[in-house]
DNA sequence: TCTAGTTTTTGACATATATCAAAGGAAGTT
DNA sequence: AACTTCCTTTGATATATGTCAAAAACTAGA
């Protein structure tokens, strides 16, 4: 079974013709480590499902670095403001590792959720479900400490520490490599 | 025209029939300052569109009040990760002024969707731009000073100084009351 | 194995913001 | 007008985190 169709299966029910449609609009795809997936003040027309491997959007700040999102496997990642607004995007987004992505094409996914009220809802719940999780994080960030902030990711995704660079990470948790680098020690 | 169905309009389109539905489906009321909407632990049966008023999303860390959210006109409030994921509420969500609102019960809501392919997709849409909406405020708290992150607020929204108290605008903010304040100031 | 490049750690110091405490100001009620 | 209560400002000090610079530890090619 494929990872991608486990994970929408997590949020919507998709009947098997759905499912076959779903596929037949994305596309599987390997990527080497390094590889940009978009480009800044471009409008995105791919988001991406990162069945191996990871990969970040971010973002430069007064010539600093600023990654905004990391995803590993199972997870989208993207320019989601500039793909569902069709904006000019504010962020890059890159492979991190080398990586088996699942590329949608805006106009191939909005034709697949015009084409049947299934999906059309299961584009909905996603999207439900988006929103609580970056609530979420944004909770995380809100009043938290730098030592939570990272306990808190390493107790969800401790494999993070050992695939991702430490400045990427850094910046992920709004802090600079230098202070994680003293809280890593010390814990 | 209410101004809920040209908010609704400025997202995806809308049938009169099915803008019609909608207005049966939702109820306008108002509340006095201060109401309790959506208490903390139970899951969330209806969010808000504040057609006049203020209205805000808290809890409390360590015995201190954060604000999460704060809605003038034209703007949702609620507990929406409870509202769409229905797992207990880990947010109050009250009135700050007197008020005028929308109320969007679950139910009624998911009916109204199911009912009708042209309302699923209005809400997929809305729920896109709930997305760059919470993007966009991340961003915001990422990497700015207290004062860059004032600054912005003021510019967007400068009456929220007048009507809503300074200490539910600093933790909105991620910052202390006194901080607030002494930036306040020196501007 | 050596070298060059990148990533991470360490050190000294600067700064933004938090904390605690108290004083001032508003606003509403009797 | 005086009294409460709530909201905001100010002051003194503490603390977390940032900045800049350099050293150390990895990594990968040649």
Redo the contacts with the bound molecule.
């Keep these: 079974m494929q990872s991608i169709i486990e994970t929408f299966r997590q949020i919507g029910e998709l009947s098997k013709k759905n499912e076959e449609a779903l596929l037949r609009a994305i596309k599987r795809r390997e990527y080497p480590p390094r590889t940009i997936l978009q480009k800044q003040d471009k409008i995105s027309d791919k988001i991406y499902f990162v069945e191996k491997g990871s990969a970040r959007t971010y973002y430069y700040k007064?010539g600093?670095d600023i990654t905004y999102w990391i995803a590993l496997e199972n997870d989208f990642v993207g320019s989601m403001s500039s793909f569902f607004m069709r904006e000019p995007s504010n962020k890059i987004v890159e492979t991190i590792e080398s990586c088996i992505l699942w590329d949608f094409e805006y106009e191939k996914l909005e034709a697949l959720f015009s084409s049947n009220r299934e999906m059309e809802k299961t584009g909905r719940l996603y999207a439900n479900y988006a929103i609580s999780l970056l609530e979420k994080r944004f909770d995380h960030l809100h009043?938290?400490?730098?030592?939570?902030?990272y306990e808190i990711l390493i107790n969800r995704q401790p494999e993070i520490?050992q695939r991702?660079?430490?400045?990427?990470?850094?910046s992920y948790l709004?802090?600079?490599?230098?202070?994680?680098?003293?809280?890593?020690?010390?814990v």
Excluded: H
């Design positions: 007064e600093k009043f938290n400490s730098a030592k939570d902030r520490i991702v660079p430490l400045g990427m990470i850094a709004g802090i600079t490599q230098e202070t994680l680098s003293r809280i890593r020690t010390q």
